[in-house]
């Protein structure tokens, strides 16, 4: 109980220092997904039409929209947790002062890690509510899929603490970024069926965890065939990559 508590107060620290810059948080999170929105749904959505899997034809608007749930759970949640984390950790010190209070260390990482996939869910609830809000998607879909953003969210902001804590550097973190999390967001069906790409790619972008979070996103929200070994992957990448994170962070402030 101390412990929940004392996590509790790690992320209650966090949405403290999100309430005094709100303007800046709203902004960086409605905005984002609304460009694409426009830009891919409205404006490349009507040179496409529609998108067809199986028996299933949607909207190219709904297609892309459902995959910007996803892109907004990655970049939300990593971003936050590397460039964030780095800066907590370097510069500001953050992790070292709150371990000096009766906080551990260990807490302090899982308040961490828990703040940054509060944010990243916040970000695809956005995504989610302008789906409702042009008819595309379903209020109970978009609903019970909050939990399996929130877990997704939380293997990317391990990844990116996991980053973060490798890092000598500040700029060192835009290697994962441009070897790991562009190429994820490019060819894992955000914007066009992994089905149309080479055998290769496809087989290494079908088992990326980005993929069944936009594979989930389809299930529950256009009707599209559910895969449960991408849901296997993604829980296989919260059982090995959280831990992992927490390890080499631990390594990296406690000499």
Not at 14 to 41: C, D, H, M, Q, W
Not at 115 to 133: H, K, M, Q, Y
Not at 191 to 209: C, K, Y
Request: glycine letters at 8%; charged letters at 10%; hydrophobic letters at 55%.
């Amino acid at each position: 109980m101390v412990v929940l508590i004392s996590i509790y107060r790690v992320w209650q620290r966090y949405f403290a220092v999100f309430r005094k810059n709100l303007l800046y948080g709203l902004v960086t999170t409605f905005v984002e997904p609304l460009l694409y929105l426009i830009s891919f749904g409205f404006g490349l959505g009507s040179l496409v039409g529609t998108i067809q899997s199986g028996n299933i034809e949607v909207s190219y608007r709904a297609f892309v929209l459902a995959g910007i749930v996803g892109q907004a759970v990655l970049f939300q949640s990593f971003f936050e947790a590397s460039y964030g984390g780095f800066i907590r950790m370097y510069y500001q010190r953050i992790f070292h002062a709150i371990a000096y209070t009766p906080v551990t260390l260990s807490e302090v990482l899982w308040g961490e890690l828990i703040w940054n996939a509060s944010r990243a869910t916040l970000s695809a609830t956005v995504v989610l509510v302008l789906g409702i809000a042009v008819g595309d998607f379903s209020i109970v879909g978009s609903l019970l899929l909050l939990p399996f953003c929130f877990l997704a969210a939380l293997v990317f902001a391990a990844l990116g603490l996991f980053v973060a804590a490798k890092s000598r550097t500040i700029d060192t973190i835009s290697y994962p970024q441009y070897l790991l999390i562009f190429p994820m967001f490019l060819f894992c069906g955000v914007f066009f069926p992994i089905s149309n790409l080479p055998q290769p790619i496809r087989t290494i972008a079908g088992v990326l965890p980005l993929a069944p979070v936009v594979s989930l996103v389809r299930t529950l929200n256009l009707g599209f065939p559910f895969e449960p070994l991408g849901l296997v992957f993604l829980l296989l990448f919260a059982i090995l990559i959280i831990p992992l994170s927490r390890r080499a962070m631990f390594n990296r402030l406690v000499p």
